[in-house]
């Protein structure tokens, strides 16, 4: 049964691709939409990504309320009980990054590295097969993969061999699938992409006990401060709770890690850490509080500016806008237009990315009335309604209406390790300086 499904399985995908592609109408728009949004993302993408969009679009894109999966199967008369069934489960299928853990007689055992769940997975084109006979264990593969049966999947798109990764090298694939692909972070792993938010959740409240406000408004060299010591704040927290005792010296925590203070500025100078910082602070026996704190590096622009806000929120995270309170001051004015530059500086944060749908709410939520007026004069728009018509506004303006995993969140645990692993080899692996020549930073090749 499940050989006869594989086989079916290939022509029906082939059939679902050619509806999607052949499609006109809102579907056709949908598919167009989604692509340029998914490329404007990473515009330097390969070919594989570009390959790979048809195939997510058929499993993520919609059309009004339903996926081109449900139109599929509404307009398609000869599918069978079967076929039905197989396309629904397709509905799970989800981009990873798999790692080969066994070569099988008509497929493999792989490991999304991102969830570190097994599936056994089998071409259903025989030619694929034997191409992917190549592969070898431990062999990292970017692809996307659909259910068949409970137990056996398929690949539903063109799949990229990476090779054999070491640690850095994966640590830096992994960090750039997350970039690429962040609504397939933990696609198969629900329980991890809950934990994820509810770490979001715990730092905004950490946010909140610390500065009292979940809008604050500083110079930026003072936010540059305070933020440090929110991060040091944080960091005591996190020993306390993992039962490390910060009274003891960097060097201290170091030996008992295996490794000494050249071999820990190395990892730093490597990873793009500030090394001769890292020195002094070993060298004058700070805390391990020290030693594992973040450092705090705002963009220049932000650094020189005279007032930087910062909102959070506890699922957008926290946003930087160093022009917040010129916002202000047009939405504050009897008369906006009074205010120099203000149609510039409403079309400028229109077009900025981070200034999100989260910072326009806020906006409409404290200055509901102004924003209003100030919008349909700016868009020529006099019958523009703040509550009907802003989220559709957001979206011209390519903001998503729903937040995206924020950097702060956590990680499983499986990737923490995985990066403290991959700090380690880096810092045995980084060649010495020679003839007064300082290494390349970065993972090297």
Not at 97 to 117: R, S
Not at 409 to 428: G, N, R, T
Request: glycine residues 4%.
């Amino acid at each position: 049964m499940d050989d006869a499904t594989l086989v079916r399985s290939r022509s029906l995908k082939q059939a679902l691709a050619d509806f999607v592609l052949d499609a006109e109408g809102e579907l056709a728009t949908a598919l167009e939409c989604y692509s340029a949004e998914q490329l404007a993302r990473s515009p330097q993408s390969d070919q594989h990504q570009q390959a790979l969009v048809i195939d997510r679009f058929v499993v993520e894109g919609t059309v009004g309320k339903q996926t081109p999966i449900d139109l599929f199967i509404a307009e398609t008369s000869d599918l069978s009980k079967s076929d039905r069934q197989l396309l629904e489960g397709w509905k799970r299928s989800f981009v990873g990054l798999f790692a080969v853990t066994q070569k099988l007689p008509d497929g493999f055992e792989l490991m999304n590295w991102l969830t570190a769940k097994p599936y056994s997975v089998k071409p259903n084109d025989p030619a694929a097969l034997e191409e992917m006979q190549r592969l070898k264990l431990g062999e990292i593969l970017l692809t996307q993969i659909a259910p068949i049966t409970d137990k056996t999947w398929t690949f539903s798109a063109p799949w990229k061999a990476m090779g054999s990764l070491g640690k850095p090298k994966l640590a830096v694939a992994i960090g750039n699938f997350k970039q690429n692909y962040k609504e397939s972070l933990y696609s198969d792993a629900p329980e991890l992409l809950e934990e994820a938010w509810r770490s979001v959740e715990r730092y905004h409240q950490d946010f909140l006990d610390f500065f009292g406000s979940d809008a604050i408004t500083l110079p930026g060299y003072q936010l540059v401060k305070k933020i440090t010591e929110f991060q040091e704040v944080l960091t005591k927290k996190q020993l306390a709770e993992a039962g490390i005792d910060e009274s003891k010296s960097m060097a201290d925590l170091a030996a008992e890690a295996g490794m000494d203070e050249a071999a820990i500025e190395e990892a730093a100078e490597a990873m793009g850490a500030d090394a001769k910082a890292v020195s002094t602070m070993l060298k004058s026996k700070e805390t391990a509080a020290k030693m594992v704190t973040p450092k705090i590096d705002l963009p220049p622009e932000l650094k020189k500016a005279e007032a930087v806000t910062v909102l959070a929120h506890p699922r957008w995270g926290q946003v930087f806008l160093p022009t917040y309170t010129q916002l202000e001051t047009v939405l504050q004015a009897e008369d906006w237009q009074s205010v120099p530059g203000a149609e510039k500086l409403i079309r400028k944060h229109l077009d900025d990315a981070n200034t999100n749908a989260f910072v326009w709410h806020h906006l409409a939520a404290t200055y509901p009335a102004s924003l209003e007026t100030v919008l349909r004069s700016v868009l020529e728009r006099p019958t523009f309604d703040l509550q009907k018509d802003l989220d559709s506004l957001l979206e011209e303006h390519k903001k998503p209406l729903q937040p995206e995993l924020p950097e702060i969140a956590s990680v499983p645990l499986h990737l923490h390790d995985l990066f403290q692993e991959a700090l380690k080899e880096v810092s045995k692996s980084k060649p010495k300086e020679k003839d007064g020549q300082k290494a390349k930073k970065g993972f090297q090749r």
